[in-house]
């Protein structure tokens, strides 16, 4: 059983920038590729990043975040990060962590592709 915890979340304004960070425990067989998400209430849950943490591959990216944010992963400490730059109200919402998901580029912002999800951070953007 994978098990997520997201942490960094807060609030800032517009220009600023957070890290969000996501530590993984547990052990799966399948895959390793690990995403970010966002919600915000009324929409449905948007793909932001993915990435593989065990390969050199690339990563994915929403057209509304790219240049912005970067994810990344620290192996040794079992962490994927967000990085989020140049932050905009609109990038309001609540960010998840998931786990065990597609990571190609057509299916990699499919949440519902991810079989693990953390219980999510709050991010805040105000103008």
């Known amino acids: 059983q994978v098990q997520l915890v997201e942490s960094g979340g807060g609030s800032v304004q517009t220009g600023g920038s957070l890290r969000l960070s996501c530590t993984r425990s547990?052990?799966?067989?399948?895959?390793?590729?690990m995403g970010w998400f966002r919600q915000t209430p009324g929409k449905e849950r948007e793909g932001v990043a993915a990435m593989y943490i065990t390969s050199g591959g690339g990563a994915y990216y929403a057209d509304s975040v790219k240049g912005r944010f970067t994810i990344s992963h620290d192996n040794a400490k079992n962490t994927v990060y967000l990085q989020m730059n140049s932050l905009k109200p609109e990038d309001t919402a609540i960010y998840y962590c998931a786990a065990e998901g597609p990571c190609d580029a057509h299916s990699w912002y499919w949440g519902y592709a991810y079989d693990y999800w953390g219980q999510g951070t709050q991010v805040t953007v105000s103008s």
């Open positions: 547990g052990y799966t067989y399948s895959s390793n590729c």
